[in-house]
């Protein structure tokens, strides 16, 4: 409210006008103002002080570099086009899609949940030290003796250990290599279909005999090729 003035009451005037010089002194400078078509400028470091909350509407742009010390909440998408570097510990509570690719540098440790990879024929699941793939497939490490164990179908495994090799198929046939020889035991017996050489001594463990009958074998010491005398 503007006040007039009096010019036949010119004590009223004094005071009034000692009034508004009070008024300018004490009042806080921009308040409630506006501006509509126009800027404020703020040149120095911390210019702007804002004790309190600030709202913006509509745009904010930031050249140069936006320092946060607290917490930064952003309640929508954050869209960020260049270059995002994380210098302290990062908390994900949420899903994560990852479109690009992803180059790791150091040490990932999933602690109660699991590695999928999916796509493909045959898409893979890595959870408590054991790899299974959707064919039905399993990669699982042994932690009794250190070794890995290869399992597939309804219990056909291969085991690799520390100084054995073995495999184990479901009809109860097996093959063990050791360091102290190779052992093949199969309920159904071996079948040989190609050409078998023995460079070493060969033992049959059998007592079994036979007498009144000829020879029918005969062992060419030339190739040592065993054939049949017809």
């Given amino acids: 409210m503007v006040n007039r003035v009096n010019m036949n009451q010119p004590e009223k005037n004094v005071r009034q006008l000692w009034n508004a010089i009070l008024d300018l002194q004490t009042m806080v400078y921009g308040r409630s103002s506006s501006v509509t078509r126009g800027r404020f400028r703020f040149a120095g470091n911390e210019s702007l002080l804002v004790q309190g909350s600030?709202?913006?509407e509509g745009w904010l742009v930031v050249t140069g570099t936006e320092r946060v010390t607290g917490t930064l909440e952003v309640q929508g998408r954050l869209i960020a086009s260049g270059a995002i570097g994380l210098t302290g510990p990062t908390s994900i509570t949420g899903s994560t899609t990852?479109?690009?690719?992803?180059?790791?540098?150091?040490?990932?440790a999933v602690d109660g949940g699991?590695?999928?990879v999916k796509g493909g024929d045959s898409p893979a699941t890595l959870r408590d030290g054991a790899m299974s793939f959707a064919t039905g497939g399993k990669v699982e490490?042994?932690?009794a003796s250190g070794g890995v164990r290869l399992a597939a179908g309804s219990g056909n495994k291969v085991y690799v250990g520390d100084g054995i090799v073995a495999v184990?198929?479901?009809?109860?046939?097996t093959l063990t290599i050791t360091e102290g020889g190779t052992t093949i035991n199969d309920p159904n017996g071996v079948t040989v279909s190609s050409d078998l050489r023995v460079t070493g001594a060969t033992t049959v463990d059998r007592t079994d005999t036979v007498t009144g009958v000829e020879s029918n074998a005969y062992i060419d010491p030339a190739t040592g090729r065993i054939q049949r005398i017809l």
């Fill in 114 to 116: 699991e590695i999928q």
């Fill in 141 to 143: 490490a042994d932690a």
């Fill in 98 to 108: 990852i479109a690009g690719d992803v180059s790791l540098k150091g040490t990932m």
């Fill in 54 to 56: 600030q709202k913006v």
């Fill in 168 to 173: 184990q198929l479901a009809g109860g046939g």
